[in-house]
């Protein structure tokens, strides 16, 4: 008979410990963002030392928030790409990903967090590689001509965020309208346009400068999100420049 190693068990437990506490802690924070952590281990039901131990401050917690809202942005986009090969799925594929997104609700992150915490190096390798596949994406539904061709890949950060931004207290509810609004935007955002869209799309530096934290004596660092991004290394979904850089991420 199979058995399970003492190590299996503990790991297992701390593995569940790690969800409670990710999901405590995107709730609490996306609440109210100056929360203790404290608070955090209070809602995920763990002592103080179990939340410690896995992230030894505030800031490690953030950065692990918002490091699993691009996991949950690019495992939607990834979908989408592999559901989007033939022409006439693309919109569909692309439908899909718009509600995946919003109901995976990353974009709460954006509005919530961003200024909040100094990015790493691997945030920005997610968000790279977030914001590429949303190129792709758009790029497949513009070629089967099911999206409008003035809508580019930067509009949808703050369509995203503007869905996010629905909140009537309760949880279904909310949900509820979230979809109704999307339904609305997915009809604008079809091939061929009732009209054109007044003035320029989004550029990086308006989308970026919304996520500069305000300069400190110690450092005036970059700020993660959920959005996309364009221009050089500013190709990233979800993480804003450091000064002097022209680059950064924005979640996607």
Known sequence: ???????SGRGAEAARNDERILAAARAVFVADPEAPIAAVAQQAGVGHSALYR????????????????????????????????????????????????????????????????????????DGDRAHTLTEQLVRRVHAAGALRADVETDDLPLLFEQLAAIHVGDEQRTLELRRRYLALLLDGLRAPPGSPLPGPPPRWPEIQ????????????????????????????????????RGSGISSR
Do not use: N
Request: charged letters at 25%; aromatic letters at 8%; hydrophobic letters at 40%.
């Open 1 to 7: 008979m199979p058995t399970s190693s003492p190590g």
């Open 54 to 125: 896995r992230y030894p401050s505030k800031e490690d917690l953030l950065r692990q928030v918002c490091r699993d809202g691009l996991a949950r942005y690019i495992a939607e986009v990834e979908a989408a790409l592999a559901a989007s090969v033939d022409p006439w799925a693309a919109f569909a594929a692309f439908v899909g990903f718009m509600r995946g997104v919003v109901e995976a609700d990353t974009h709460s992150l954006t509005l919530r967090l961003a200024g909040t915490f100094a990015p790493t190096d691997d945030l920005y390798r």
């Open 209 to 244: 400068g919304r996520w500069r934290a305000p300069a400190t004596p110690q450092s005036a660092r970059a700020t993660p999100s959920i959005s996309t991004s364009r221009s050089g290394r500013a190709r990233r979904a979800s993480i804003v420049e450091r000064p002097g």
